[in-house]
T-cell receptor, first 112, second 115 residues
Framework: GQQLNQSPQSMFIQEGEDVSMNCTSS?????WLWYKQDPGEGPVLLIA?????ELTSNGRLTAQFGITRKDSFLNISASIPSDVGIYFC????????????FGGGTRLMVKP | GAGVSQSPSNKVTEKGKDVELRCDPI?????LYWYRQSLGQGLEFLIY????????KSGLPSDRFSAERTGGSVSTLTIQRTQQEDSAVYLC?????????????FGPGTRLTVL
């Protein structure tokens, strides 16, 4: 099925560093969502974006809904060890089911 | 519990066997979704149930896959004649009311391994 293009696929972080990841799509979405998945668990919603151009923060997380409605980015400031995990972007259309189309994920790991 | 639960957490089966995966959504949630997550990939939509309406099966990859939702609550995903490419984590999500609130709450998933 269709997936969003999410990058980077993986990255190493050092505590205190800022982190950026983004998603692009050839299709327009009406809502962009960012999830985090820890090992053995389902994804948990971090931030939801509902309007083109919207910039939303949740603690150290900041996400933006691209003006074209075809992209979004997520920034994590001053990373901490518990930020490791897999981050997924997801796009949603306002159709009857509101099914989500997911990116391939960005795996955050700690630098040795 | 308060969250979405799924069982079993892990399932190993032989190629050609049928498997059933169970999802218990959050009580009162009217919408239920099944997704598949292959190794190192994002989630892929499979099927969606909303109340008593006919399910949206547009994401099912083949006719070996089917799902039902009994009494508007528990759902079972069935995979017949399993193939090795069916190996993945199968995630269930539920949602209070798609018209008024957007968040889908995910269960921990069932990891299926087809030998």
């Amino acid at each position: 099925g269709q997936q969003l293009n999410q990058s980077p696929q993986s990255m190493f972080i050092q505590e205190g560093e800022d982190v950026s990841m983004n998603c692009t799509s050839s299709s327009i979405f009406n809502t962009w969502l960012w999830y985090k998945q820890d090992p053995g668990e389902g994804p948990v919603l971090l931030i939801a974006l509902y309007k083109a151009g919207e910039l939303t923060s949740n603690g150290r997380l900041t996400a933006q809904f691209g003006i074209t409605r075809k992209d979004s980015f997520l920034n994590i400031s001053a990373s901490i060890p518990s930020d490791v995990g897999i981050y997924f972007c997801a796009g949603q259309l306002d159709n009857a089911g509101n099914m989500l189309t997911f990116g391939g994920g960005t795996r955050l790991m700690v630098k040795p | 519990g308060a969250g979405v639960s799924q069982s079993p957490s892990n399932k190993v089966t032989e190629k050609g066997k049928d498997v059933e995966l169970r999802c218990d959504p959050i009580s009162g949630h009217t919408a239920l979704y099944w997704y598949r997550q292959s190794l190192g990939q994002g989630l892929e939509f499979l099927i969606y149930f909303q109340g008593n309406s006919a399910p949206d099966k547009s994401g099912l990859p083949s006719d070996r896959f089917s799902a039902e939702r009994t009494g508007g609550s528990v759902s079972t995903l069935t995979i017949q004649r399993t193939q090795q490419e069916d190996s993945a984590v199968y995630l269930c999500a539920s949602r209070p009311d798609p018209l008024s609130y957007n968040e889908q709450f995910f269960g921990p998933g069932t990891r299926l391994t087809v030998l």
